[in-house]
């Protein structure tokens, strides 16, 4: 007579089955530094795109004193229906508005830049500077030729005073969006094609 376990099942049985189930629950463990989860699973996901920009209503955030915010960088790239320009700050965010103009003009001397284009976009920073106490500018500009759909050129207009003055010369007249981002501190100025 062979022996049979308290199931009915011969040893074997019962021994295989065992091993089966643990193999199957160990398959899905892993060891430090391995993970097992989904590829994507406890990554922040990824942000929307986001729709294009529908105002063409002037933008005025206003924050008084404090230490002035220091322009690092302007960097900018086409997306599918806007183009995007950022302005990188370091220090907290300043005050800032985004208004239509007839022509961009140069702060502290007063005298227009003669840009030709449709369209003119300024973007003035308070407080703010576009240059570190040892008098260095943000890197590249002051005029980048960015040849985007809509924005073609991006002009540091002013840094006198502690207002920094940021000119969008557009191919034509469309409506625009201002977000703020922090970590790292940004102003995000999206301007419809």
């Known amino acids: ?38 590829p994507g699973a406890g990554q922040a ?13 002037e933008v005025e955030v206003l924050r008084e004193g404090g230490t002035p915010a ?14 995007r320009v950022v302005v990188d700050l370091q220090g907290e965010m300043p005050g800032y508005t985004v208004k239509w103009v007839n022509e961009l003009i140069q702060d502290g001397s007063g005298k227009p830049l003669h840009e030709k284009g449709k369209a003119f ?4 920073l308070s407080p703010a500077n576009a240059h570190t106490e040892q008098g260095q500018a943000w890197a590249g500009g002051p005029v980048y030729a960015s040849d985007l759909p ?23 007249q469309a409506p625009f969006q201002v977000r703020e981002q922090t970590t790292p501190t940004r102003l995000v100025l999206d301007v419809a094609h």
């Open 1 to 38: 007579m062979r022996p049979s376990s308290v199931s009915g099942r011969p040893p074997r049985a019962l021994a295989a089955l065992v091993l089966s189930a643990c193999v199957a629950a160990l398959g899905g463990c892993g060891t430090a530094g391995q993970s097992t989860a989904a």
């Open 45 to 57: 996901p990824a942000e929307a795109a986001q729709p294009a920009p529908t105002s063409t209503a």
């Open 70 to 83: 220091i322009v690092s960088a302007v960097t900018y790239k086409a997306e599918e229906s806007y183009d």
């Open 121 to 124: 976009l300024e973007l003035t």
């Open 150 to 172: 809509n924005v073609t050129r991006i002009i540091r207009t002013s840094d006198f005073e502690g207002h920094v003055g940021i000119g969008l010369v557009l191919a034509r």
